[in-house]
């Protein structure tokens, strides 16, 4: 693989191959300091390996305790505009050493001091908020189109693998060492070793560089935060899409904080498990929702990807319209779970299941249409922003609001333990109403999708005020068709 940028010394008329900076400043070529950007594909291939296995650490740290999302929901928007504008190495090795150190000391507080241990966790989160904001910004200046999809893929597995071995992790020291503390004080090992590989191995490569857009490009038009945040306003793939991603989100938190109580209940309905009235409560199925959440995402990731890298061959609209029909075909899975779950508990499992593994389809493939609909010199931002709405709106509310209805139906109705699960039952079916309305909004990404790919694709996009200097610098450049012919 080679990430190049534009070529210069082309011949034709008037200068139609010249450099895009050459002929807005009027010379004849690019000087040495804007010569295209390259990289092996050995490298390239090096450094995603590198970036996989630094998620998989970010994720098992997450899970071995969980971070407050407030801290990460607050920071990535400061790690999205230093992603954009600054060494996105420099901001990756930052928060390693962020969410490393502040682990390895959140082992060593005393339970005097409540409040020191979870600010520690709050450091945490921030630390992940740098990794999950700019390392996918970094693979798709690496990769571009089929490649970029299969190694999103592969990133992404890494979640629900990372995440299974952290409470693996978690659980296993603990039995083995008696305190939960020696898991916090085994990961920064491996994240030392994670920070080695990313100073050595992985570069930091011009923003747009797999689009044959050189970094000059990008600096000539340097716009403010508010700037980008009005352009990703009105890059309407992005918006639709990040509401789409918001449903995924809204769905996935209820699910992974409601779904185990909700199964533990169907099975004392069943008979088959003595009631419980006092938390914590003995069962195994949260370990049996944790593994089949593990399972189905990664067999989910690989086969949203690979659908995606076929079809867009026969249809440039495929990304957003794989992700509307694996969230439609979610919404009767989800629903025939909830309600057969009184009847067949055996059916039940196997519809949960199978709702999210087509769930877990869409998580590579909507990393994919960001970028690929988003200016490079944006990209962090909209991860953020990206980020920030769907916790704030998904699934770090839908727990909340799950139970709030969950207790308002119950507060109507005898008090039987029957009558408790039905109610946490129907507040369920709220998920699949939301998850219909995302399975829209990607339909409406379609519409926009390859208008905005190509806008994103050109010099200079991205910086839009009130005298649209983006339009205008391109129409210079002769790449709007309304181009008067004495711009060439």
Request: charged share 15%.
């Amino acid at each position: 693989m080679s990430a190049r940028g534009p070529n210069a010394g082309e011949g034709g008329p008037q200068g139609a191959g010249r450099h895009p900076e050459a002929q807005l400043s009027g010379q004849g070529a690019p000087s040495p300091a804007h010569r295209p950007w390259s990289l092996p594909r050995w490298r390239a291939c090096v450094a995603a390996a590198v970036l996989c296995y630094i998620n998989l650490l970010n994720y098992m740290n997450w899970f071995i305790i969980a971070v407050f999302i407030g801290c990460l929901l607050l920071s990535a928007p400061v790690f999205g505009y230093l992603g954009d504008r600054h060494s996105r190495k420099a901001t990756l090795s930052f928060g390693i050493l962020l969410w490393s150190g502040a682990g390895l000391s959140s082992s060593f507080i005393s339970p005097q001091y409540p409040w020191l241990f979870f600010l520690s966790r709050g450091a945490v989160g921030t630390g992940t908020a740098s990794y999950s904001t700019i390392a996918p910004t970094v693979l798709a200046d690496l990769f571009v189109k089929g490649q970029r999809t299969v190694v999103l893929a592969i990133f992404y597995i890494f979640i629900p693998v990372g995440s299974g071995l952290g409470y693996v992790l978690g659980s296993a020291v603990t039995k083995l060492t008696g305190s939960w503390r020696w898991a916090l004080r085994m990961m920064p090992c491996l994240e030392a070793v994670a920070l080695i590989l990313l100073i050595l191995l992985v570069p930091d490569p011009p923003r747009g560089a797999a689009e044959k857009q050189g970094e000059v490009a990008v600096q000539a038009l340097r716009s403010s935060w508010c700037e980008d945040v009005r352009y990703l306003g009105r890059n309407w793939s992005f918006v639709w899409s990040t509401l789409g991603v918001t449903a995924m989100a809204f769905v996935t938190g209820a699910l992974g904080f409601w779904a185990p109580k909700f199964l533990f209940e169907a099975r004392v309905v069943h008979g088959l498990q003595l009631p419980c009235f006092q938390e914590p409560c003995d069962s195994w199925d949260s370990l049996i929702f944790g593994a089949v959440t593990v399972v189905t995402g990664i067999i989910g990731v690989i086969l949203g990807a690979e659908a995606a890298r076929r079809y867009k061959k026969v249809n440039p609209r495929a990304e957003p319209l794989i992700c509307a029909s694996s969230l439609l075909a979610t919404a009767p899975c989800l629903y025939l779970a909830l309600v057969l779950a009184p009847t067949t508990l055996v059916a039940s499992y196997v519809f949960l299941a199978l709702g999210e593994l087509l769930l877990s389809c869409n998580w590579a493939v909507v990393a994919d249409i960001l970028l690929s609909v988003v200016a490079p010199r944006c990209r962090g931002t909209a991860e953020a922003l990206q980020i920030t709405v769907g916790h704030i709106l998904g699934d770090a509310s839908s727990p909340y609001l799950t139970g709030l209805l969950s207790s308002a139906l119950r507060a109507r109705r005898p008090d039987s333990y029957l009558q408790r699960f039905l109610s946490l039952q129907q507040s369920f079916l709220c998920c699949a109403f939301v998850i219909v309305l995302g399975g829209g909004c990607f339909l409406l990404t379609a519409l926009y999708l390859e208008g905005d790919q190509a806008q994103a694709q050109q010099p200079g996009t991205g910086a839009l005020d009130g005298k649209d200097v983006d339009s205008e610098d391109r129409e210079h450049q002769g790449l709007l068709p309304n181009a008067s012919p004495s711009a060439e």
